[in-house]
């Protein structure tokens, strides 16, 4: 029983978190004696490719046609379901970022599966997934009632492998007729030099607290020296403090980072929906009574106008170490 | 330009999260439901102002039972025409997705168009299997749609950045935060509403493509660990030791 993973990519690289979606197939594949396929559309980069062998990847197909360049998930879609009937595979997996959470539901519909979106682990042993539901408050315990799954997993859902191996290459033609691509991508902004949110293993967020957006500077700073992505509450966003990419909670986006600075927070429930699966959370706040100190690991009252400078400080003398 | 809006019932953002004791339900006692804030904020408001410059009808779609009417009557007052209700439990979302595109498929749509996620399930699913039932593209989490004829362009969010599209109509797209802001309904609409046609109707594939086995919550935290403001050294000295995050 072999299982496929969509090998997401951006300027001819696999994206980070599709190694722990390999790591996540190669274990799915193990237990049934199987074997991992990853499928990359568009530019590729052969050593690239043979490089994820050490995350569990048996054989990668690329898919080498310009016309993939825009993402359009229904073109995905018909690619993905060409290259399974050639290739049969039981399970399909996805990392549960921006393109996994559009192309994996309809590769599912497609193919008729069970998806589960955001699964935090492999099936446990009565074949059920836990994934996250009312935005961190709870967990569910999917089944799935269909033969096959497709999964789009989170990080540290099933680990990361360190295997010494090359994945093998192949090359396919999922033949698909120009009246496939109907999505233009007509121009792409990047911030450079910023690490995206959605990614981030440290997040330095800070709320109403600050007193205006003049103050981010050293917001700017801490994220720098912990190589931190900057985040923020909903009204800071809402007031255009700072962009609304930024605005992490139950309507915003939410972040999974192994340490969240809260700085400046009072954290409402709706803030923390968003971030309460973070796993080292330290709140910053002149209240003692504010309710995020409830959902933090470590503490400080105090003035972030005070604090934040020092811990700057005191945490560039730790890197430098 | 006609479009359809699928929108959905979730507890209110404050909701205190129970489930029956064997842990196979929500426990929805006392709990206030709303609906689905991507849903109405960004998404059913950029369809009232397109109808608003271009003209059209917008019709409201939703899965549930009779429960759900109060918030789709809160869709027509801030500016939907007409409503349509399936009958049925809207926890599977292949469910949904396959009902809600059969009525798509026997009325002619230009744009459906929902919020990038319900706030109780968070899978960014619906609007993906739509677009796949109905063979459309999809533009999931947008932050922009302005129409041109029959093309429209859109920016959605894409790790670190966004991307400016261009895609011709027929079109389902997710919305995201920046696409529109909230509106109140105002007591004008409140009162249209109440006349609006709301129709129910009855799915035809009933099949789920899966349930829940159990659902359960997070371990309680444990109490915050508080550092003094003059002793930033231990808050390093835990950060690295304890909980090994630098
Ligand atoms: C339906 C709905 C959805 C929502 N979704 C979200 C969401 O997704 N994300 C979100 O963030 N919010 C959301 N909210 C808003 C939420 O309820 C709160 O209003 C918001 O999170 C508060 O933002 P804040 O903590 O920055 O501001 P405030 O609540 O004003 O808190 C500021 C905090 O800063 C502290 N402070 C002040 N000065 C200093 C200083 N010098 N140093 C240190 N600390 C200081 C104060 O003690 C206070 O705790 C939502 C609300 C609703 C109704």
Sequence with gaps: ?321 | MNILVPVRKVPDTTAKIAFTPDGKSFDANGVQFVMNPTDEWYALVRAIELKESLGGKITLINVGDADNDQIIRKGLAIGGDDAVRIEGDARDAHFCAKAISAYAKDNAFDLIITGKEAIDDNGFQLASMISEYMDWPLISQATRLDVEGDIFHLSREIEGGHEDIEVSKPLVVSASKGMAEQRIPNMRGIMMARSKPLNVIQAEDASVASEVAKYALPPEKGDVKLIDADNIDELITLLKNEAKAI
């Design chain 1, 1 to 321: 029983m072999n299982v496929l993973v969509y090998l997401d990519s951006a300027d001819g690289r696999v994206k980070k978190p599709v190694y722990e979606a390999i790591s996540y197939a190669k274990k799915l594949a193990q237990s049934a004696g199987g074997q991992v396929h990853g499928l990359v559309l568009g530019a590729s980069d052969e050593a690239d490719l043979k490089s994820l062998g050490k995350y569990g990847l048996d054989v990668a197909h690329h898919v080498d046609d310009a016309r993939f360049s825009s993402f359009d998930s229904r073109a995905y879609s018909m690619a993905i379901g060409r290259f399974i009937e050639a290739n049969p595979c039981a399970h399909v997996v996805f990392s549960f970022n921006h393109r996994g959470m559009a192309l994996a539901p309809r590769v599912a519909a497609r193919l008729d599966l069970t998806y589960v979106p955001g699964a935090m682990a492999l099936p446990a042993e009565d074949g059920t997934v836990v994934r996250g539901v009312n935005s961190g408050k709870a967990f569910a315990h999917v089944k799935a009632n269909k033969s096959g799954m497709v999964l789009a997993v989170m990080s540290n859902a099933a680990g990361l492998l360190d295997e010494s191996a090359e994945a093998s290459l192949a090359s396919f033609d999922p033949g698909l007729s120009d009246d496939a691509f109907l999505v233009k991508v007509v121009k792409v902004e990047k911030m450079e030099g910023t690490i995206p949110l959605t990614e981030a293993d440290r997040v330095v967020s800070a709320g109403r607290g600050l007193k205006g957006p003049e103050n981010w500077g050293m917001i700017e700073e801490l994220a720098d020296t912990l190589s931190a992505a900057t985040a923020c509450s909903r009204p800071v966003s809402d007031v255009g403090w700072r962009p609304h990419h930024e605005h992490v909670g139950q309507t915003g986006i939410t972040v999974r980072p192994n340490l969240y600075f809260a700085i400046g927070i009072s954290g409402a429930i709706q803030h923390l929906a968003g971030v309460n699966q973070s796993r080292t959370i330290v709140v910053i706040n002149t209240d003692p009574e504010a309710p995020f100190f409830k959902a933090a690991d470590y503490g400080i009252v105090g003035d972030a106008f005070d604090v934040v400078p020092k811990l700057n400080a005191a945490l560039r003398t730790h890197f430098a170490a």
